[in-house]
T-cell receptor, first 112, second 120 residues
Framework: EPEVTQTPSHQVTQMGQEVILRCVPI?????FYWYRQILGQKVEFLVS????????KSEIFDDQFSVERPDGSNFTLKIRSTKLEDSAMYFC??????????FGPGTRLTVT | AQKITQTQPGMFVQEKEAVTLDCTYD???????LFWYKQPSSGEMIFLIY??????QNATEGRYSLNFQKARKSANLVISASQLGDSAMYFC?????????????????FGTGTRLTIIP
């Protein structure tokens, strides 16, 4: 069964460093998303992406964040200068229709 | 106001019993979708079931069913014959609008979750 994959599974970085989180969505899906979940809290929407552009972003998704689909398969989230409060689990998701959204296994980002 | 409310932070249920996890939602959009996800201790988010606002029948997927009461704005998840492997966090989420008609509203808004523990 096709699935969303994410790498790395765990990333530790120092405050102020740039990180890139990578995702490979399900191959025929058209809509892509990033969410994050701070430990013990609910899942929060960051950004959605369709047709090679951002379709919606939340107030969390400030100028420190960017997304890219550099080729036909990868979907990346970049955090330019990480802060302690960026520590969270980051989930990539993809969908083909509005009837589903499949999540990847997540990348746990720890900022020290 | 919260868009998704899950009032049960934790539940303990005996194995093989049925369990109902509550979810109420708030939206003025006539077109929306409701989702349930399971998050085991390993952290991944597993899609369980979907209910569209215009669906006439309650959604079912194996042991999972969704008790959709539109007038009450509730979308409770029912798990029949619970198993030890059902122990996890369960999140209710909502999408407002449709991808076709309301481009940009396909994000999911999540509730705070219910931690379900199945007791042998």
């Amino acid at each position: 069964e096709p699935e969303v994959t994410q790498t790395p599974s765990h990333q530790v970085t120092q405050m102020g460093q740039e990180v890139i989180l990578r995702c490979v969505p399900i191959s025929n899906h058209l809509y892509f998303y990033w969410y994050r979940q701070i430990l013990g809290q609910k899942v929060e929407f960051l950004v959605s992406f369709y047709n090679n552009e951002i379709s919606e972003k939340s107030e969390i998704f400030d100028d420190q964040f960017s997304v890219e689909r550099p080729d036909g398969s990868n979907f990346t989230l970049k955090i330019r200068s990480t802060k302690l409060e960026d520590s969270a689990m980051y989930f990539c998701a993809s969908s083909y229709t509005e009837l589903e959204q499949y999540f990847g296994p997540g990348t746990r980002l720890t900022v020290t | 106001a919260q868009k998704i409310t899950q009032t049960q932070p934790g539940m303990f249920v005996q194995e093989k019993e049925a369990v109902t996890l509550d979810c109420t939602y708030d939206t003025s959009d006539p077109s929306y979708g409701l989702f349930w996800y399971k998050q085991p201790s390993s952290g991944e988010m597993i899609f369980l079931i979907y209910q569209g606002s215009y669906d006439q029948q309650n959604a079912t997927e194996g042991r999972y069913s969704l008790n959709f009461q539109k007038a009450r704005k509730s979308a409770n998840l029912v798990i029949s014959a619970s198993q030890l492997g059902d122990s996890a966090m369960y999140f209710c989420a909502m999408r407002e609008g449709t991808l076709k008609n309301n481009f940009g509203n396909e994000k999911l808004t999540f509730g705070t979750g219910t931690r379900l523990t199945i007791i042998p």
